[in-house]
């Protein structure tokens, strides 16, 4: 939508307008080569070109994982780390890109239709709907050329990633120490000392807040900030105006039959012969044909429940149910929504092993009555006539706001909009602006800075928005009272954690060879509690588990305490006992999906071997002042 409204700023209005941006730029051109913009080059790798505004919104989505993981607030400390993953993960895709557009990796255009018109979200009444599609990825505030092309780049990345997954190989016996490792039992005791307990213990002097403040003060900055001016319109809004009559509905249901029809389903019976560390694929294939011979003469079922593999199925007489394309692995799928009801496939190689695949019955997709989808039509129907009508204010908009150039008050007052400000807006912040990092990048640029300048529209979620920043600060450091209380508070919980940490060294010694901690607990009054666990269990953090995990058994055997400091805690940790996961509770069906999960870690881990390879062997710059203050991101 915005695309097309951008394209229709033509003729005089452009005209002018580009006059005058050519006029601030002479104004404050003294000024451009003090402070980075947007189309900076801040990196490059054998050539290629990272700019800062990639820069910029690569480290946006890394703080929104962050903020998902931590919550809001993301330590100071972790800054650095983020700023610098952000730089790693600009490099590695740089050079894999290049390494793969070299080797000849492509995804077509078709195959990434055709995967997004198969994605069931995307879908009204089980049909694809490209309205429906362009406002869900309008509502994450992306396009859809940039959502099919990170599709497309994802896509090809895959293709490189399945290559050393294929070619990965695992034996045996590395897949049964695997599984003794990787579902070993551990079961024994855990003291828990808490060190706000110690935080009356704690003194601090009347300098050590101070000092502190004085050797950190990177840690005591305001952000920068703007304050904001803006106009929306949103499709509530317009959706509020439109009108239209059941004969409308239905006549637009009318000019749309073709896409209300159901998906096909077939209904299917299998025999599967695993490939399994029992059964090599050459077995497989053989004992798959000679299942086939008997066919010719026995019952499918009857064979299915003696021979299958697939215990799900098998005792059903190979029974798979009705299905949709898309539900089975696509080598099983193709085959299946190939045959006529009743005939047999050919031998068909899966990751599972081989299969023999059985068209039981067939409903052709149907042509969903009115009533049964009048609720889904409503929706689409309204939401068309709203966008239509969103469409028409919003190249208003556009119109005005560009002649007014850096003030929006007579283009609030034109369109009968209300005028909104938001201040204290930051580079990372929570604001709706926060929701579009071009948006961000472009109220922190120098023509927003220093002229006001209206920007383009943007659109975010179900709403287009123009804004101007009509006030700017740069970041300042607090002042020292304003944070004492912080600091001080901060202080007393890392000297409370020391003193929790040494009264654990003192515990430790206490605790005999053999004996028990909740006797010693009890004595001095410590939290004391058992485990029995395996790997991937939720009851404890995964820092704590993998602390439970990460003794020999030869220190198990010794009955070895440990120590682990989480937060405020610190815990001593007793292994008393540990049992090695069996292979043989596994049915085959399980084993070959564990071994698909095997290969596909060691197939990641080589690739990024590989990357890191690639990394080594390339040129690389970058800029030295990227992480400073010049930079903020």
């Known amino acids: 939508m915005l695309e097309a409204i951008r394209q229709g700023f033509t003729g005089w209005i452009a005209f002018l307008v580009i006059g005058l941006i050519a006029v601030t730029l002479v104004i404050s051109f003294g000024n451009m080569d003090q402070t980075p913009i947007e189309d900076d080059v801040v990196i490059t790798v054998n050539g290629n070109e990272i700019t800062l ?96 092309s990170d599709l497309r780049l994802q896509l090809e990345i895959n293709q490189l990633r399945r290559g050393f997954i294929d070619t990965s190989f695992i034996t045996p016996s590395e897949f049964r120490a695997f599984i ?93 012969i695993a490939i399994d560390e029992d059964t090599t694929e050459d077995e497989a294939l053989s004992l798959i044909m000679d299942v086939k011979n008997r066919l010719e003469t026995e019952n499918f079922g009857d064979l299915a429940k003696e021979l299958s593999d697939d215990p799900g199925s098998a005792e059903l007489g ?98 009968d909009l209300a005028l909104n400000r938001i201040d204290g807006v930051t580079r990372n912040g929570d604001s709706i602006f926060n929701q579009d990092p071009e948006l961000v990048s472009n109220l922190f640029s120098q023509n927003s800075i220093e002229a006001s300048e209206n920007t383009p529209l943007f659109e975010l979620g179900e709403s287009i928005l123009v804004a101007r920043v009509i006030a700017h600060r740069l970041p300042e450091t607090k002042d020292f009272l304003s944070v004492e209380t912080q600091i001080s508070d901060y202080l007393i919980d890392q000297e409370s954690l020391e003193l929790a940490s040494s009264y654990a060294d003192t515990v430790k010694q206490q605790i005999e060879p053999n004996g028990s901690f909740k006797d010693l607990a009890e004595k001095l009054n410590l939290e004391v509690s058992t485990f029995d666990l395996i790997r991937g269990d939720t009851g404890f953090s995964s820092g704590l588990v993998e602390a439970i995990f990460s003794s020999s058994t030869p220190d198990i055997e010794q009955t070895k305490t440990l120590s682990y400091i989480e937060a405020d805690k610190v815990f001593l940790i007793k292994i008393n006992g540990y049992e090695a996961g069996k292979l043989e509770v596994f049915s085959d069906e399980e084993r070959n999906s564990a071994k698909l999960q095997l290969s596909e870690q060691i197939g990641s881990r080589e690739l990024n071997a590989f990357a890191e390879y690639l990394r080594d062997n390339a040129e690389i710059y970058i800029e030295p002042n990227l992480y400073d203050d010049l930079y903020d991101l």
């Open 180 to 272: 003794e490792l990787q579902l070993q039992k551990r079961s024994g005791e855990l003291i828990t000392i808490n060190a706000e307990t110690f935080a009356d213990q704690v003194t601090l002097d009347d300098t050590q807040a101070s000092i502190y403040y004085e050797n950190n003060l990177d840690r005591f900055q305001t952000n920068e900030e703007v304050d904001v001016e803006y106009l929306s319109i949103s499709l509530d809004d317009v959706a509020q105006s439109v009108n239209y009559t059941d004969d409308d509905l239905r006549n637009y249901y009318e000019d749309n039959l073709e896409r209300f029809v159901s998906n096909e389903e077939r209904k299917s019976s299998h025999i599967l």
């Open 318 to 415: 190979g029974d798979l149910g009705w299905a949709e394309p898309g539900l089975f692995v696509p080598e099983f799928d193709k085959v299946l929504f190939n045959l006529e009801i009743g005939q047999m496939s050919e031998p068909v190689q899966t990751q599972f092993g081989f299969h023999l695949i059985k068209l039981d019955d067939l409903k052709e997709g149907q042509q969903q009555e009115f009533d049964e989808i009048s609720l889904e039509l409503d929706i689409e129907y309204s939401r068309l006539l709203a966008e239509d009508k969103l469409f028409e204010k919003a190249d208003r908009l556009a119109d005005l706001s560009l002649q007014a150039f850096n003030e929006l008050s007579s283009v609030a007052a034109k369109l």
């Open 53 to 148: 505004f990639e820069y910029r919104e690569e480290y946006s989505n890394k703080i929104a994982e962050f903020q998902e993981m931590l919550g809001e607030e993301i330590p100071d400390i972790l800054e650095l780390t983020i700023k610098e993953s952000t730089t790693e993960d600009l490099i590695l895709r740089s050079l894999l890109l290049d390494y793969m557009s070299a080797k000849g990796y492509r995804v077509s255009p078709e195959y990434v239709a055709e995967l997004i018109r198969g994605n069931e979200g995307l879908q009204i009444g089980g049909v694809f709907d490209r309205e429906n599609y362009q406002a869900i990825l309008a509502s994450q505030g992306i396009t859809m050329e940039k959502f099919e």
